[in-house]
């Protein structure tokens, strides 16, 4: 199994920056895909921004230029700093991990964790 655990998410104005933070633990193998989705009330989940293990980053439109996902493979935790923030990015965002275990290889599964409350005031 995967635990991952997300901080950093908090209550700040419009234009203000956030940084999250997703650590994975567990018997981990491998671990492909790390990144951020997020759920608006009455809103279906979406994409924020993903990272591959090699490098790739890939953001939604509505966040390219503001927020900046990041990886330590090597702690196995991503991040994202999310910078001129503004209401509509009021959401629980979700870490996700694409990750192989011990019990699962070959197969790769996907976990994700609790989600974190962010807040922009207007």
């Known amino acids: 199994q995967v635990q991952l655990v997300e901080s950093g998410g908090g209550l700040v104005q419009t234009g203000g920056s956030l940084t999250l933070s997703c650590a994975a633990s567990?018997?981990?193998?491998?671990?492909?895909?790390m990144g951020w989705y997020r759920q608006a009330p009455g809103k279906q989940r979406e994409l924020v921004a993903v990272?591959?293990?090699?490098?790739?980053?890939t953001y939604s439109d509505s966040v390219k230029g503001r927020f900046t996902i990041s990886r330590d493979n090597a702690k196995k935790t991503v991040y994202l700093q999310m910078n001129n923030l503004k209401p509509e990015d009021t959401a629980v965002y979700y870490c996700?991990?694409?990750?192989?275990?011990?019990?699962?290889?070959?197969?790769?599964?996907?976990?994700w964790g609790q989600g974190t409350q962010v807040t922009v005031s207007s």
């Open positions: 567990g018997t981990i193998f491998s671990i492909n895909t």
């Open positions: 996700n991990a694409a990750a192989i275990t011990l019990a699962t290889m070959p197969h790769e599964i996907d976990y």
């Open positions: 990272a591959t293990g090699g490098g790739r980053l």
